[in-house]
């Protein structure tokens, strides 16, 4: 069974730290493409990041770039977020996913990538 699960969140004053992890069960993450979104209630769910394992390419949103990293640790089966800078509107839930197969996607920015989420860990950023 697939399983995601998210871990790091906080509260963190504007210009902190965050690093988030996401823990992957039931497969092995190597050739996967594992993204990293966020969501503010009453928005669309926001891209943030996204690690591809088939080439080690990476995506990152233009709101965040700069400023946050994805990383992956296989042997962990872990993916992380690192989060520099923090803006108080980069307060969301933010949620990692998995697609149903590994392999490169095609729009690895868009939630319907993916099949699999984990439940969220909440941001918040203020002072």
């Known amino acids: 069974q697939v399983q995601l699960v998210e871990s790091g969140g906080g509260l963190v004053q504007p210009g902190g730290s965050l690093r988030l992890s996401c823990a992957a069960s039931?497969?092995?993450?190597?050739?996967?493409?594992i993204g990293w979104f966020r969501q503010v209630p009453g928005k669309a769910r926001e891209a943030v990041a996204s690690?591809?394992?088939?080439?080690?390419?990476?995506y990152i949103a233009d709101s965040v770039k700069g400023r946050f990293t994805i990383s992956r640790d296989n042997a962990k089966n872990t993916v992380y977020l690192g989060m520099n800078s923090l803006k108080p509107e980069d307060t969301a839930v933010y949620y990692c996913?998995?697609?149903?197969?590994?392999?490169?996607?095609?729009?690895?920015?868009?939630?319907?990538?993916?099949?699999?989420w984990g439940q969220g860990t909440q941001v918040t950023v203020s002072s």
């Open positions: 039931g497969f092995t993450l190597d050739y996967w493409t």
């Open positions: 690690t591809s394992g088939m080439d080690g390419s990476t």
């Open positions: 996913a998995a697609p149903l197969r590994p392999g490169r996607l095609g729009y690895p920015d868009s939630q319907h990538e993916y099949d699999y």
